[in-house]
């Protein structure tokens, strides 16, 4: 099992405060081999800016009113505006923490690295405005919700066996027919914005990381109308 922040921070033998944590300029890049995958799937974030504070283990300092809190501004690939707050709990025996971000404008389909790879769905077109997402993680779950907002979006299901692609807009594949009809435009024209509806069963075996970005793809996918393509989330094993 890997561990989350808290477990990190909990299992310290000494007592640690960092009041506050300023990162300037960071690249992080995030590499991940999803099962029945022939390549890592890959993400950057560069020109990284974020304010940490309140990382503690002292029970006076730490609580849930008075979280660790992360203020962070990148760019994904360094094209994609990302702006998120994560506030942790980091002594709470379930790992409670929040997650509150917002993405975009950009072109989606500079997420290909990642999603072909990982959840085997590769966007052909279309294009993403700022969208923002909130989510509520625990140890062994998670729930929020995704608000996508994009156009003329188009993607291509990659089979697991070979590079395969058949397109997931106008043709859908025939086993998955009855079961998937992709929203190309999220608000359509003269309705409501279809919020996505994140609901994850983290898979222990990966990171926090793998953690939060099955918490993205859960609410792109419930936004889109293309539940069940890749990974079962629901599947603590995958």
């Known amino acids: 099992t890997k561990p989350l ?3 990190i921070i909990q299992e310290l033998k000494t007592g640690l405060t960092i009041h506050k944590l300023e990162v300037q300029g960071m690249h ?3 590499e991940e081999l999803a099962a029945d995958a022939t390549e890592k ?3 950057t974030f560069e020109n990284l800016y974020a304010t940490i504070t309140n990382v503690t283990n002292d029970k006076n300092r730490m609580s849930k009113e008075s979280p660790a809190v992360i203020d962070a501004k990148a760019a994904i690939y360094g094209k994609a505006p990302l702006a998120v707050t994560i506030r942790l709990n980091l002594l709470d025996p379930d790992a409670h923490h929040t997650i509150h971000g917002m993405v975009g404008p950009t072109d989606p389909a500079i997420l290909n690295p990642i999603l072909e790879p990982t959840s085997f769905v590769s966007v052909k077109e279309g294009s993403l405005q700022k969208s923002d997402f909130k989510m509520e993680l625990y140890r062994n779950q998670a729930i929020g919700n995704l608000n996508g907002r994009y156009q ?3 993607v291509d299901l990659l089979t697991k066996d070979e590079d395969k ?3 997931f807009g106008k043709k859908v594949l025939s086993k998955v027919a009855n079961k998937f009809v992709l929203q190309s435009d999220n608000p359509k024209a003269g309705e409501e914005l279809r919020a996505g509806e994140i ?3 983290r898979a222990q075996s990966r990171s926090v990381f793998n953690y939060w970005k099955d918490c993205l793809v859960s609410g792109f996918r419930t936004a889109a ?3 069940g ?3 079962d989330l629901q599947d603590p094993g995958r």
């Open 5 to 7: 922040p808290h477990d």
């Open 28 to 30: 992080i890049r995030y």
């Open 41 to 43: 799937g890959i993400i």
């Open 152 to 154: 003329n979006f188009k």
């Open 165 to 167: 692609r058949q397109s």
């Open 199 to 201: 609901k994850v069963v």
């Open 225 to 227: 109308g293309i539940e």
């Open 229 to 231: 393509i890749g990974a």
